[in-house]
């Protein structure tokens, strides 16, 4: 007789992503990984124990996996005001005050996904506008990019800023004429005074803000709430269908506590933390990086990669541009490492055998990154490396080509372009030059070249739900003539979310198809997808997740 499945999906309509066996009805899965794909014939495989869940005609795929997140800090999110979809000052003071009422005993009130326009397009966001909305207690509005925080008066008074204060070199407390902070701080080393007084003491954005762990250490309380906030966020990735993440910021701390949750049974994701290398890092810090490789080896748990940073964002005119910004003749952005210190960097983690993935949103910080990468391959010898280039919110026609020659994998974030609805378009002449918008948010463009596409969000910068950024794909719009049509198929937008999120974490041959012999990471579906219009697309749910083998998520 032969050996029953434990679990057993029938009635599904599965895209498997598997060249050879394409569609499936039924996929048994045995332990940690699937046991068989095909259709009716497959119910032999059950017996009185084997766990079945109707698919009901709904689509089943592997497993999400969102190929840029920040985990801690989107867990620490999860309980705070979003402003994703607050527009004018009076609704941003009914929501604040309805917060403030909500959460009285903060040291901070602090909300989060604030628009750079979301008083109005020609009404400054400063700590005046904040001082009209909450004059009575610290208040801060962290940006929808993670690149920005405004603060009132009394937040900067309470971070001791208010006069300015010390930042790192693409860091900027903007001053006014007055002698005082406007509000405005820019990039991590300038927010870092403020998200101090957050819930979590910015422990949740440590890994992103410096790449290293508390000072002084987290107190045993301060773990426990800490873990407590990552397991609603591990909770929030299985309840979406989302069973894998590589995380976009990193350090020791953060990897301790993922590591406790795994052994209390509350890893219900898979999650690659990377060592993140900071510009005021020496190169020792390395070290680090291969100690978390070493170290945490887990199907669950595992690193192998570093993080850095190139430059900021567009919003801000942070990020690193070949040519001045057209309505900041005097600025090209911000540049996070010299050329000659990031070659350096990189050279060395490419020659310890570790992954690079690096922040890159201008398209200086794509052309400087892709040198840099060249310079590593001509000092080391070409590999298997697959580092990656994260965001490429624009690419000159040069560079294009350089990702598929250097064997570069595009990490990108559908709903980060503005053609996607989410965010407004930037004006005729404002950020962008016409000629870099042709090439912005270029998934078309780049998979037509050749270059391996891995899909994510950038979590907490908008939502994580996969559904949301897979109907960004498919009907990505062209806000005007400027814009090329860049959307992509459902398999194409499938894929990247899942094989070639997979190869990006050199784990091809155990997830992102459903297979036999591949980890039972896999995400039953509520709707046809390949029935639906972008309504039903973006109202589709996970209604089951399996991670492991194991049932995370249990909706019917």
């Keep these: 007789m032969s050996e029953s499945a434990d679990i057993m999906i029938i009635n599904a309509r599965a895209l498997t992503m598997d060249p050879a066996r394409p569609h499936a009805s039924v996929i048994a899965v045995k332990g940690r990984h699937i046991m068989a794909v095909g259709d009716d014939e497959l119910t032999t495989l059950k ?26 800090g989107g867990s620490g999110e999860l309980d705070c005001l979003n402003l994703a979809h607050t527009t004018g000052e ?33 009404k ?43 930042t790192g070199p693409d860091g900027e407390i903007v001053m006014g004429a007055d002698g005082k902070a406007t509000g405005a701080l820019l990039e991590t080393s300038a927010f870092a005074h403020v998200v101090r007084f957050t819930e979590l003491g910015g422990r949740d954005f440590l890994g992103y803000i410096t790449g290293d762990d508390p000072i002084p250490p987290a ?23 989302v069973t894998s993440v590589h995380n976009m910021d990193g350090n020791l701390y953060q990897m301790a506590l993922l590591a406790e949750l795994e052994q209390e049974g509350d890893l219900l994701c898979r999650v690659q ?20 490789r070493e170290t ?48 350096e960097a990189v050279i060395k983690a490419d020659s310890l055998g570790l992954q690079i993935s690096v922040h890159c949103c201008g398209d200086g910080a794509v052309r400087r990154t892709l040198d840099a990468y060249e310079a590593a391959q001509k000092a080391n010898g070409r590999r298997d490396s697959r580092h990656r280039i994260e965001h490429v919110e624009t690419v000159t026609d040069a560079d294009i080509p350089r990702f598929a020659d250097l064997g570069v994998i595009a990490s990108m974030q559908p709903l980060h372009s503005p053609a996607a609805g989410l965010f407004p378009p ?12 042709r090439n912005a948010f270029a998934w078309r463009t780049l998979r037509t070249a050749g270059v ?66 591949m980890l039972a990471d896999l995400a039953v579906l509520s709707s046809n997808l390949e029935a639906l219009d972008r309504d039903g697309i973006e109202q589709t749910q996970a209604i089951a997740t399996l991670c492991d083998g194991r049932l995370t998520y249990d909706g019917r």
Excluded at 227 to 237: F, I, N, P, T
Excluded at 426 to 437: S, T
Excluded at 485 to 508: G, I, K, M, P
């Design 47 to 72: 017996d009185g124990q084997t766990q079945i869940i109707d698919a009901g005609g709904g689509t089943v795929v592997p497993g999400f996996i969102d190929s840029h997140v920040h985990l801690f």
């Design 90 to 122: 009076a609704a941003l003071t009914a929501a604040v005050r309805a917060e403030s009422l909500r959460k009285p005993d903060d040291a901070l009130l602090y909300a989060v996904c604030g628009n750079y326009t979301m008083l109005g397009p020609d």
């Design 124 to 166: 400054t966001l400063d700590r005046h506008a904040l001082d009209r909305v909450m004059p009575d207690r610290p208040f801060a509005i962290m940006a929808a990019d993670h690149h920005t925080v405004w603060a009132n008066t009394k937040a900067l008074e309470m971070a001791g800023i208010l006069y300015g204060g010390p």
């Design 219 to 241: 107190t045993p309380e301060e773990r426990e709430r800490d873990k407590a906030a990552l397991r609603l966020g591990l909770q929030h990735c299985a309840r979406l269908g």
């Design 273 to 292: 933390v990377p060592c993140h290398l900071r510009n005021t890092h020496p190169l020792s810090k390395l070290d680090e990086a291969l100690y978390m």
């Design 296 to 343: 945490y080896t887990s199907s669950m748990l595992y690193s192998g990669r570093v993080k850095m940073f190139m430059d900021g964002v567009m919003d801000s005119y942070t990020a690193l541009m070949v040519e001045p910004y057209p309505d900041r003749p005097d600025t090209r952005g911000v540049e996070v490492f010299t050329a000659e210190a990031f070659n």
């Design 426 to 437: 930037m004006p005729k002449g404002v950020i962008y030059h016409d000629h870099q918008v």
């Design 452 to 517: 391996s596409l891995a899909f994510g969000t950038d979590w907490p910068i908008v939502p994580l739900e996969p559904m949301l950024s897979v109907a960004a794909a498919l009907y990505v719009g062209q806000p005007d003539e400027r814009w090329l049509d860049q959307q992509q198929t459902l398999a194409e937008t499938l894929e990247s979310y899942t094989t070639v999120a997979a190869y990006t974490e050199f784990a091809e041959d155990q997830k992102g198809q459903l297979k036999p012999g």
